[in-house]
């Protein structure tokens, strides 16, 4: 059968233009690719980068204010526009989805702006009508913002609409306590509104290191978020321009604004999908193997819309994978035990790699190590901020198993310990390590004895397990 593609992509967010490139313009490949709203995708979009650009410019008063303990006595910060910020970030926006959309044209991609839908296992359909027949689909869609459910929900907002609002809000509720609840709670404080952020459990960041997510709690405290556990709201309704919110405490509360950060779902309605055999899971994610293959032979899914660890380099990776083992030759599997994370809170981010202490103590004996301190940076200026630097090591193997890091720029640091954890680094290893002093993430290769040692010992896990056989 002679097809119009060898390859065609629906989605054009990171996985998605991953894919299509690397096929395109490493292996020859022709390639289609459709994408319904931005070529960029969430990430670039609605996502990591205007987010991280919002981070920035709502630490400048911190800055400031640090400024002034370094004898900056007359540093001050004026009154902030949010409108000439707003324009300025869609400006940046515009500027990263043409490069998105040149780099697809200039690798000889064929881009189609435009929803597009299964018909079978070798053929697509554009809103337009339009068909295209192609050996392999890739399906890269990537995932949508979930409400809650609640009365009067369509009165508040998602994530994917934060970053143009009209105006500053004076006073805005966030509900969620993921990272996107944690992180806009840490831009609007910043931007001077007041914040306030309610969670339905006794913990934000859940999945998160919970000594470590204890100082994230105490951070939220000490910049004025206004943190509310065990909370949620059961009923919004309009109040001449601003937002009443009636929360499961009782309390009726006002807003500027309420944002909704209660999880995101796989974007997988209205593909097609189940018609032709591929197979969903219970909350609508695409089932893939470890070579991101369907239960239809010819169609494939990266990113967001598997479910699986829904960070934009994983996309990416999967989408790279995805092109070498079919039109590369070089079969890649896509394992991602071990991946790096930050949560850009702050004047501290959190950043972790591998198990919780939580996690890692139920799979055997476990050493901790903790070093927490006032970095010399916040110490000088006058700040209470305090740095939070923890490994977890098997005690049978010295294999390094989790690290988490609560401080400046964690997301840097973490970046290189990634890479040592990754080659199975043990405890020894960070040890041979020469510190670079003066820094934080010198406190990684300095700890010499433990905190403490919890867990069940290894023996003891085996037995356990012998006995199930």
Not at 1 to 14: C, E, K, P, T
Request: hydrophobic residues 40%; contains cysteine.
């Amino acid at each position: 059968m002679i097809f119009d593609y060898d390859l065609f992509v629906i989605g054009g967010g990171s996985g998605g233009t991953r894919a299509a490139r690397i096929s395109a313009q490493e292996y020859g490949a022709r390639v289609g690719i459709a994408e319904e709203s931005r070529m960029g995708g969430t990430c670039v979009i609605r996502g990591c980068v205007p987010k991280k650009l919002m981070i920035y410019g709502s630490n400048v008063p911190a800055e400031i204010e640090e400024a002034r303990g370094y004898g900056w006595q007359d540093a001050q910060v004026g009154d902030f526009n949010w409108p000439e910020f707003r324009d300025k970030l869609a400006l940046e926006l515009n500027r990263l989805e043409a490069a998105y959309t040149n780099g697809m044209v200039d690798a000889g991609i064929d881009v189609y702006k435009k929803r597009a839908h299964l018909i079978d296992q070798h053929t697509v359909e554009l809103s337009d009508g339009a068909r295209f027949t192609a050996r392999y689909i890739l399906i890269a869609v990537g995932g949508r913002p979930a409400m809650p459910g609640i009365k009067g929900e369509k009165l508040g907002l998602t994530s994917d609409q934060v970053f143009f609002l009209k105006r500053l809000p004076k006073k805005i509720l966030l509900v969620g306590g993921g990272y996107i609840a944690s992180e806009f709670a840490t831009i609007f404080k910043g931007f001077g509104s007041e914040t306030v952020m309610v969670y339905r459990g006794d913990q934000i960041l859940r999945d998160f290191d919970r000594e470590i997510c204890s100082h994230v709690t105490k951070q939220f405290s000490d910049i004025g978020v206004d943190l509310r556990l065990c909370v949620t709201p059961t009923i919004i309704e309009k109040d001449g321009e601003g937002i009443r919110v009636t929360f499961s405490d009782g309390n009726i509360e006002a807003f500027d604004d309420v944002v909704f950060a209660t999880g995101r779902k796989p974007y997988t309605s209205g593909l097609g999908l189940e018609e032709i055999g591929v197979k969903l899971g219970g909350n609508g994610q695409i089932i893939v193997d470890e070579w991101s293959q369907t239960s239809v032979s010819t169609i494939y899914a990266v990113g967001d819309v598997v479910d699986q660890v829904n960070l934009t380099p994983v996309a990416i990776r999967a989408g790279h994978n995805f092109a070498d083992t079919i039109f590369g030759g070089v079969r890649k599997p896509c394992n991602f035990s071990q991946v790096a994370s930050a949560v850009y809170l702050r004047p501290h981010e959190l950043a972790t790699i591998g198990l919780t202490e939580e996690v890692a103590a139920e799979q055997g004996q476990i050493d901790v190590y903790v070093s927490s301190f006032r970095p010399m940076r916040s110490l000088f200026s006058g700040s209470e901020a305090r740095s939070v630097v923890k490994l977890l090591v098997d005690v049978k193997t010295d294999l390094v198993l989790g690290c988490h890091i609560f401080g400046p720029e964690a997301g840097e640091m973490m970046q290189m310990a990634a890479v040592a954890i990754g080659m199975k680094a043990t405890k020894a290893d960070f040890d041979r390590a020469i510190a670079i002093h003066p820094t934080v993430a010198e406190e990684l290769v300095t700890m010499r004895k433990p905190t403490r040692r919890v867990g069940i010992p290894a023996v003891a896990i085996e037995m356990d397990i012998n006995a199930l056989y």
